[in-house]
């Protein structure tokens, strides 16, 4: 479905990715795993057209990425939910999802898509006029992947879902993501929680210093020393 091949991004001076290649078959769950810095979010920044690779070739079901205005990626089926979440905090937690489908223009549809996500997240359809910004971490990161669906995507960039949320949220947000995944979307995940993003994939990357250092089934990587002793504290 996705295909990477000897992707080079620079900052500048700065060589941040160097020869990456990676692939993601369709219905597949594939996790980025490293430290800080190591090049996963410049990875899908660069996937999603908000950065441009210096050399090397992105390909969606064959078409190549690198030729499709970033506004437009989202027509062919890939959905981006960004570190951080990025809701709209002066919007209602319904007028951000809208704002999701704004590539739509069926009101039948948009209103299905909606009560698809409030399927999933029922605390957001509990909370659909409140504001965004009064929105708990949790809650913005379930927004932030609820608009992402609102186009029914077939593939998902998830850059670091968990970040910043309590141990209890973080279990909450990683049965989302199974969830997700159960239903038939792709995801690429992007997660520094190595133990658990290891725990739901199917095959993984362990980026360092923007290289890929190894790579495998995740069950494998997890089982090996040398993953379990840089990456999940054992």
Same mark, same amino acid.
């Given at each position: 479905?996705?295909?990477?091949?000897?992707?080079?991004?620079?900052?500048? @001076?700065?060589? @941040?990715?160097?020869?990456?290649?990676?692939?993601?078959?369709?219905?597949?769950?594939?996790?980025?795993?490293?430290?800080?810095?190591?090049?996963?979010?410049?990875?899908?920044?660069?996937?999603?057209?908000?950065?441009?690779?210096?050399?090397?070739?992105?390909?969606?079901?064959?078409?190549?990425?690198?030729?499709?205005?970033?506004?437009t990626i989202i027509n062919l089926g890939l959905a981006h939910v960004p570190e951080g979440r990025h809701v709209f905090a002066r919007l209602t937690v319904e007028e951000n999802l809208r704002m999701g489908a704004y590539i739509l223009k069926d009101q039948k549809k948009i209103s299905e898509n909606l009560d698809m996500v409030y399927d999933h997240f029922p605390r957001l359809k509990e909370r659909y006029k409140?504001?965004?910004?009064?929105?708990?971490?949790?809650?913005?990161?379930?927004? @932030?992947?609820?608009? @992402?669906?609102?186009?029914?995507?077939?593939?998902?960039?998830?850059?670091?879902?968990?970040?910043?949320?309590?141990?209890?949220?973080?279990?909450?947000?990683?049965?989302?993501?199974?969830?997700?995944?159960?239903?038939?979307?792709?995801?690429?995940?992007?997660?520094?929680?190595?133990?658990?993003?290891?725990?739901?994939?199917?095959?993984?990357?362990?980026?360092?210093?923007?290289?890929?250092?190894?790579?495998?089934?995740?069950?494998?990587?997890?089982?090996?020393?040398?993953?379990?002793?840089?990456?999940?504290?054992?």
């Amino acid at each position: 479905m996705l295909e990477v091949k000897d992707l080079n991004v620079f900052y500048g @001076a700065i060589h @941040a990715i160097k020869g990456i290649s990676l692939t993601v078959n369709d219905g597949e769950l594939v996790s980025l795993v490293g430290a800080n810095g190591a090049g996963k979010t410049t990875i899908l920044h660069t996937i999603s057209g908000l950065l441009t690779a210096s050399t090397g070739e992105i390909l969606l079901d064959g078409q190549n990425l690198q030729k499709v205005p970033a506004n437009t990626i989202i027509n062919l089926g890939l959905a981006h939910v960004p570190e951080g979440r990025h809701v709209f905090a002066r919007l209602t937690v319904e007028e951000n999802l809208r704002m999701g489908a704004y590539i739509l223009k069926d009101q039948k549809k948009i209103s299905e898509n909606l009560d698809m996500v409030y399927d999933h997240f029922p605390r957001l359809k509990e909370r659909y006029k409140q504001l965004a910004g009064t929105l708990s971490g949790g809650e913005q990161q379930m927004l @932030a992947t609820g608009r @992402a669906l609102m186009t029914n995507p077939r593939m998902l960039l998830m850059d670091e879902p968990s970040m910043g949320l309590s141990p209890i949220l973080v279990k909450e947000i990683f049965a989302i993501i199974e969830e997700l995944h159960n239903s038939g979307i792709t995801i690429l995940l992007v997660e520094q929680n190595a133990k658990m993003a290891l725990a739901i994939s199917d095959r993984a990357y362990v980026l360092e210093t923007g290289s890929i250092a190894m790579q495998g089934p995740a069950k494998a990587l997890s089982e090996d020393d040398r993953v379990r002793k840089a990456y999940l504290g054992a």
